[in-house]
């Protein structure tokens, strides 16, 4: 199916079976990446594996899939959407079953990595084949049932991961996604009808896809490495290659990344802002809290756990509503709304002290998942709605990279604010309690002034839906 057809040719029935099937895909990387993190320091136990290696374990699926989204939506544009999304998920699949069976370190960080690249594989195409076979007054729906997915994978992936290790050992979270990921494959291959991709298959961008991969490791890198010497080091030359690449996307006629389409669109520009912001300053929240709620209030893990998921349960149930009404309701008044929710969490948070009541955490969480719950969906839809066709896979990669690259920058700040208030200091310490809460005070400060940020960018994406607009997408 090339750009030329349109949603009409896929019936009700393929619209279906794609929605279902990219839910469960997506449901299946959320839940293995949340139950993988609260498995691994028992892996790091069984296995030997020091602080180092644990973090490279972690860090590198998240570099590989920040990476490389952009690169391939670009790939998927040219050689079909469906192809690269079977691809990653036969890699993501396959990788899992290994990963089961991995004993050393070394061989963990490059498996994870390769999982990564699947990752990337899927991210960059998912939203876009959803936009491909949607009409538009009803790609915020399928968002919506999508992103909800995610957070129902991210909600029951500690629970679930925590049993499943307790019982089953840590490998079982790793070939527990096997099956579902190599049906969803079968089902990709036989089922999901049509290819989506552009007429004319444009010239690959190497070098700008290299340049891109380089900074944005660099970036990444070097955030979740502060306040060591050399992350500084690697966010100044991420700031110099960021440069060398703008100016090579400005300069080819076949760039990677089109960055006319910031220069022409305010829609995308803004509503692209406005994710960037609002992930950056509410990603860290979780683990601030999983700190306090353990470290200042005594609870254990598990139940500091289940008070956590109050956020990612609001955004299960909201974001399908979110999405629904993006597709009758202007963009810009759900995803603003959804911020100012988030924004009066943050903003609470600000106050908290060592003696503050649980119900204040809750309250907070709630309203966070309120925001997210009215934002991502609609947001994702401002995004894939206000580009032309033979650019859904690009632009899908970039719903995926503002995201993974706010959420980075987010812990990599607190991680800053720690490292500097804290130092080495255990949670024994007499100063430890008054450090910790100083830092988290300023953490959450900033948030908030950043999420003042995205909410003026979510208000100036301005009024059209572009969904009214029948020649957007020609």
Not at 46 to 54: D, M, Q, V
Not at 265 to 277: E, G
Not at 328 to 356: Q, W
Request: aromatic residues 14%; charged residues 10%; positive net charge.
């Amino acid at each position: 199916m090339s750009e030329n057809s349109t949603t009409s040719d896929t019936g009700k029935r393929d619209r279906t079976f794609a929605l279902i099937i990219i839910s469960v895909s997506s449901f299946i990387s959320a839940f293995s990446g949340s139950a993988f993190t609260l498995a691994a320091p028992t892996m790091a136990n069984e296995l030997s594996i020091n602080t180092t290696e644990l973090s490279w374990i972690v860090t590198i699926y998240v570099l590989a899939t920040a990476m490389l989204q952009i690169p391939f939506g670009k790939i998927s544009d040219n050689y079909g959407r469906k192809k690269i999304y079977l691809t990653g998920m036969i890699i993501f699949s396959s990788s899992a079953l290994i990963l089961g069976f991995m004993n050393s370190a070394t061989s963990i960080i490059i498996m994870r990595f390769v999982q990564g690249v699947g990752g990337a594989l899927i991210f960059a195409t998912g939203t876009a084949i959803l936009t491909s076979v949607f009409p538009a007054q009803k790609k915020g729906f399928a968002f919506g049932i999508n992103i909800g997915s995610v957070y129902t994978g991210l909600t029951i992936g500690p629970s679930l991961g925590g049993f499943m290790t307790e019982f089953f050992g840590w490998r079982s979270i790793f070939f527990s996604i096997v099956p579902f990921g190599f049906v969803i494959a079968i089902l990709v291959a036989f089922v999901l009808k049509g290819e989506w991709k552009a007429d004319v298959k444009e010239k690959f961008d190497w070098l700008g896809s290299v340049v891109f991969i380089a900074t944005l490791f660099m970036l990444l890198y070097g955030f979740r490495s502060l306040p060591k010497n050399y992350g500084f080091g690697l966010i100044g030359a991420s700031a110099v290659t960021l440069v060398f690449f703008i100016f090579w996307e400005w300069k080819i006629d076949y760039p990677i990344l089109q960055l006319r389409l910031f220069q022409n669109n305010r829609f995308f520009t803004f509503a692209n802002l406005a994710a960037f912001t609002y992930y950056t300053a509410t990603a860290a929240t979780t683990l601030i809290l999983s700190l306090y709620l353990q470290n200042i209030l005594g609870y254990t893990a598990i139940i500091a756990g289940l008070i956590l998921l109050a956020r990612p349960i609001f955004q299960a149930i909201l974001s399908p509503i979110g999405g629904k009404l993006s597709d009758t309701i202007e963009h810009r008044i759900i995803t603003t709304l959804g911020v100012a929710f988030g924004l009066i969490g943050l903003f609470m948070l600000i106050f908290l002290d060592s003696n503050s009541s649980l119900s204040l955490i809750i309250i907070s969480l709630i309203l966070g998942g309120i925001g997210f719950g009215l934002f991502s969906s609609p947001n994702a839809n401002s995004i894939m709605s206000s580009v032309s066709r033979k650019n859904y896979g690009v632009a899908s990669a970039l719903v995926g990279t503002m995201r993974t690259v706010g959420q980075t920058l987010s812990l990599g700040l607190v991680t800053l604010l720690f490292a500097v208030l804290l130092g080495d200091l255990s949670t024994e310490s007499i100063d430890y309690e008054p450090l910790f809460m100083k830092s988290s005070q300023i953490a959450f400060i900033i948030f908030v002034v950043v999420c003042v940020v995205s909410l003026v960018f979510s208000y100036l994406r301005g009024k059209n839906n572009y969904f009214e607009i029948t020649n957007i997408n020609e």
